[in-house]
């Protein structure tokens, strides 16, 4: 029963444009949601995170989304640049583990390819 | 930003081989995790570490095996592999940020087992 829910295997914006990701939950109880972003034959990289607690956080070209009442979050890039063709992975994290990567949920990543 | 190396970064092997993948940090993180990974699939954790001579196994059950003898070295062992431990291997060791363990990946063996 997957908890994590990335339901668009890719997605092709045109440079420039926004990109908008999004990533759908089941457990309410998640405190914590984190967008990685993987290139070909390398490891993930960390890019942003939203507490529970907040609506919205952004970060330079990079804004994530949550609402809470809908499970849902999103992450928006705005101008979306070549260098963004990556695959973007949505996780989810239970405090009570600790916060530890042990109680870490991945959803199965969308490949977004920006288009000159 | 931590330094993580993996090695060897491609492997091909042949049934019935014993493998070890090494996975070292420089940042003298405690934790330390082994994911596995599928094309268009979700990261599974296999093992984690919290500390030296610390091991467990992840959610997902693997037929290897991994050893915390030091906190920089996080080797994981496959006694005899099998084509169905064909994948990607990515080991990583996290740091507290604010109230979640922020993960730092290295590059990832890719294993193909014949």
């Known amino acids: 029963d997957q908890q994590v829910k990335q339901n668009s295997p890719s997605l092709r914006v045109q440079e420039g444009r926004i990109s908008i990701l999004n990533c759908d939950y089941t457990?309410?109880?998640?405190?914590?949601f984190l967008w990685y972003k993987k290139y070909p034959a390398e490891g993930p990289t960390f890019l942003i995170s939203?507490?529970?607690?907040?609506d919205k956080n952004e970060d330079g070209r990079f804004t994530v989304f949550l609402n809470k009442s809908a499970k849902h979050l999103s992450l928006h890039i705005v101008p979306s640049q070549p260098g963004d063709s990556a695959v973007y992975f949505c996780?989810?994290?239970?405090?009570?583990?600790?916060?530890?990567?042990?109680?870490?949920?991945f959803g199965k990543g969308t490949h977004l390819i920006i288009q000159p | 930003e931590a330094d993580i190396y993996q090695t060897p970064r491609y492997l091909v092997i042949g049934t019935g081989k014993k493998i070890t993948l090494e996975c070292s940090q420089t940042?003298?993180?405690?934790?330390m995790y082994w994911y596995q990974q599928d094309p268009g699939m979700e990261l599974h954790l296999i093992h984690y570490?919290?500390?030296?001579?610390?091991?467990e196994k992840g959610d997902l059950s693997s037929e290897s095996t991994v050893s915390r003898i030091r906190t920089e070295h996080f080797p994981l062992t496959l006694e005899s592999a099998r084509p169905s431990h064909t994948s990607q291997y990515l080991c990583?060791?996290?740091?507290?940020?604010?109230?979640?363990?922020?993960?730092?990946f290295g590059s990832g063996t890719q294993l193909s087992v014949l």
């Open positions: 939203i507490s529970s607690i907040k």
């Open positions: 940042m003298g993180h405690d934790k």
């Open positions: 990583a060791s996290s740091e507290r940020d604010r109230g979640f363990e922020k993960l730092f």
């Open positions: 570490s919290y500390g030296v001579n610390s091991t």
């Open positions: 996780a989810a994290i239970l405090e009570y583990s600790g916060g530890g990567a042990d109680g870490l949920t």
């Open positions: 457990n309410s109880m998640f405190d914590y």
